[in-house]
């Protein structure tokens, strides 16, 4: 018998009290101070957290990216530490401990333990039965245009709370995992890094003989033409839209995530195996230039906001060339901004890549794909580690945080 098993069979055999949120937590909305009045916000030094706080920082947080001042403070004052904020429009679900006193956005509602709560509830506990809760919020959102999760509602909400040495021991279990996800996603933002640093250091040939060639000058650009995703069916002839190059595709592809009818590809242009796709618009600069080496059987149909690139080099040496600093560096001066930044061929032909000969660019894309297959494999690498270790600790999270109630049990 576990450690868990034996607390529950000692503490609360017979089920565990449960209580609504309203009994145990004050729960209020967050607000933002009028930006108008700048001394709300000048030299302030009072955390006041958003959305992009959790998204930049995890969920146990004790600082925030802005600050407001004691004059943009209502005269409720600040939630103390050790509060949970859970959003409840939007984003809804997202939520955090915040350790500090603090303020958020209206976006939040905030939850503070009440002072006769305070040796009954460990709020690191309650932290990771919020996970719980942010899934019922998903699913009780109100059927209007903005998605809004009812306070009333919400405030009814009832919980187990078992006794302190049970909360305890599944606090202990559940930030063992939580370390051991962290520790991976560390080593991969690491070895991301390397990456990006030996990608760029292979491929710049810094102080060797290598002759570097406008890309026109050794190479065909074609573009796409127009389908729209109402056009995409799920079996077919395969198809790459603009969008999934940034959201799907790698350094390079077999099979194609989308597909449109025979008939409609007939209509359309293709990138043959062996031929590079790349991507010329998008919502910002940085999104522009990045290419995938189609290396499958079929022919693949291209968006007209993409490239296919034909020529005699390596497709993926070109694709990983595409992702490096010296590319970018190249064609962003070509690239016209707007609400959609685009580039045309003529932008792409004039850039450089250095040509090697064909056994080098293999060696160096060889190199290269070990790297790739470590910190961009779905299937393999750390990526795969961690969804796996992910779906371990949410399965274990819901065993432990389901408890019956003492009039169940009995």
Request: glycine share 6%; net charge neutral; charged share 25%.
């Amino acid at each position: 018998m576990s450690k868990i098993d034996e607390l529950i069979a000692k503490y609360c055999s017979d089920g565990v009290e449960w209580y609504s949120l309203e009994s145990v937590f004050d729960i209020k909305n967050g607000y933002t101070p009028s930006k108008n009045d700048k001394e709300n916000w000048e030299n302030g030094d009072i955390p006041w957290f958003r959305l992009e706080d959790i998204r930049l920082s995890g969920k146990v947080l004790n600082d925030s990216i802005q600050h407001i001042t004691k004059k943009g403070v209502k005269r409720g004052g600040l939630f103390p530490a050790n509060s949970i904020i859970l959003s409840t429009t939007a984003t809804i679900g997202e939520h955090a401990l915040i350790t500090v006193p603090s303020l958020a956005n209206q976006q939040f509602t905030y939850f503070v333990r009440k002072q006769e709560f305070d040796n009954i509830l460990n709020i690191k506990f309650f932290f990771y039965y919020m996970f719980v809760i942010a899934k019922w919020c998903k699913s009780n959102v109100n059927e209007g245009g903005f998605a809004i999760v009812s306070t009333n509602s919400l405030k009814k909400y009832e919980f187990p709370i078992p006794p302190l040495p049970v909360q305890e021991e599944i606090v202990r279990i559940l930030d063992k995992f939580t370390a051991l996800e962290a520790e991976l996603e560390a080593e991969l933002e690491a070895r991301t890094r390397q990456y990006e640093y030996y990608r760029n250091q292979l491929l710049s040939f810094e102080g060797k003989d290598v002759e570097w060639k406008a890309l026109g000058d050794i190479g065909e650009f074609i573009r796409g033409k127009r389908f729209v995703r109402t056009d995409m069916i799920e079996s077919g002839f395969p198809c790459i839209h603009y969008g999934e190059m940034y959201t799907y595709y790698n350094v390079f592809a077999k099979e194609s995530k989308s597909f449109i009818s025979e008939e409609l590809a007939k209509k359309l242009r293709v990138a043959n195996k062996g031929d590079v796709v790349i991507v010329a618009a998008g919502e910002t600069i940085e999104d522009i230039g990045k290419a995938t080496a189609w290396l499958g059987d079929s022919d693949v149909v291209i968006h007209d906001a993409c490239f296919t690139f034909k020529s005699s080099l390596n497709p993926k040496f070109v694709a990983y060339f595409s992702r490096t600093k010296l590319f970018h560096d190249q064609i962003k001066r070509h690239i016209s901004s707007g609400k959609i930044s685009a580039i045309n061929a003529k932008g792409l032909e004039k850039a450089k890549i250095p040509v090697p000969p064909l056994d080098e660019q293999e060696r160096i894309v060889a190199i290269l794909d070990k790297f790739d297959a470590l910190v961009n494999g779905i299937s393999t690498g750390l990526p795969a580690e961690i969804q796996a270790r992910r779906q371990q600790y949410e399965y274990y999270r819901g065993k432990l945080l389901t408890f019956e109630p003492v009039a169940v049990a009995q």
